[in-house]
């Protein structure tokens, strides 16, 4: 496997920012608009749904890294195929709403089958929140052992915030924060924080552990792309003030 240089300096570095559109967003306006706005605001890679034509567009638009998302691992040789750069299985957030679970044999199965087609590409998998924590470090264990590069933690959708504010933004991303802190110390591939996370939780994943956070919502929610670069570019500074290095020191 060779990672992507630039993607690989920032792993190390420990402060990656992966800024995601949405594994079931087609919408290539919507696309779009999220792709320019991290490109202007200095995120390190995109995370876009594993369809060739987005692939291409996107492609069109920036020169970041591209990662495509998908739970059918026949979608990734055709995104792949188109230039994508990585690819993920996962985040499952999109499908919780609609009683769709995925559990750690089902997620197994996927990396199998993904790997059989795709041998060298860059593989990042999420980790599913429904599991129990000690379960997601068994698993996560097992993925790197099957190919995975990169583990990715999830746990916004599960986290119900009952305060505003600052506070509100930490329960949300408890349970992202914890995945990440127990599966980075039992596997030596980067961890990716993500599902909830904010300017003000962003610091809080890389103490916790992690190489870096993937976010959505906090940016493609926004309305307009002046306020989502702002959100990046806030994102990137909150990351820039902390590292691993320096919480490890």
Do not use: W
């Not at 594993?50 to 996107?58: E, F, I, S, T």
């Not at 020169?63 to 495509?68: A, F, M, S, T």
């Not at 679970?101 to 089902?106: G, N, V």
């Not at 596997?187 to 993937?214: E, F, H, Q, R």
């Amino acid at each position: 496997m060779t990672m992507n240089t630039t993607l690989h300096r920032a792993f190390e570095q420990g402060n990656v920012l992966k800024i995601i559109t949405g594994l079931n967003n087609f919408d290539f306006s919507s696309v779009a608009t999220t792709v320019k706005a991290a490109t202007l605001g200095g995120a390190t890679f995109l995370d876009i749904a594993a369809d060739p034509d987005l692939v291409r567009m996107v492609r069109q638009l920036t020169d970041l890294p591209i990662c495509v998302s998908a739970v059918e691992p026949e979608l990734f040789v055709k995104a792949v195929a188109a230039g994508a750069d990585l690819i993920e299985i996962g985040n499952f957030d999109s499908f919780y709403a609609q009683g769709r679970r995925f559990e750690a044999a089902e997620v197994m199965a996927l990396t199998k089958k993904t790997r059989s087609l795709l041998p060298e590409i860059t593989l990042s998998v999420t980790v599913p929140h429904i599991l129990e924590l000690d379960q997601q470090v068994q698993l996560a264990e097992a993925l790197v052992k099957a190919g995975a590069d990169i583990i990715q933690t999830e746990g916004g959708t599960s986290s119900s915030p009952t305060h505003a504010g600052t506070l509100g933004l930490i329960e949300k991303a408890a349970p992202t924060l914890a995945a990440a802190y127990e599966i980075s110390r039992a596997v030596s591939v980067p961890v990716l924080c993500a599902s909830g996370i904010s300017n003000v939780t962003a610091p809080m994943a890389i103490a916790a552990g992690a190489a870096g956070v993937g976010v959505g919502s906090a940016i493609n929610q926004l309305n307009s792309e002046v306020a989502m670069v702002a959100a990046v570019r806030s994102l990137v500074e909150a990351l820039s003030q902390v590292s691993r290095q320096q919480v490890r020191a």
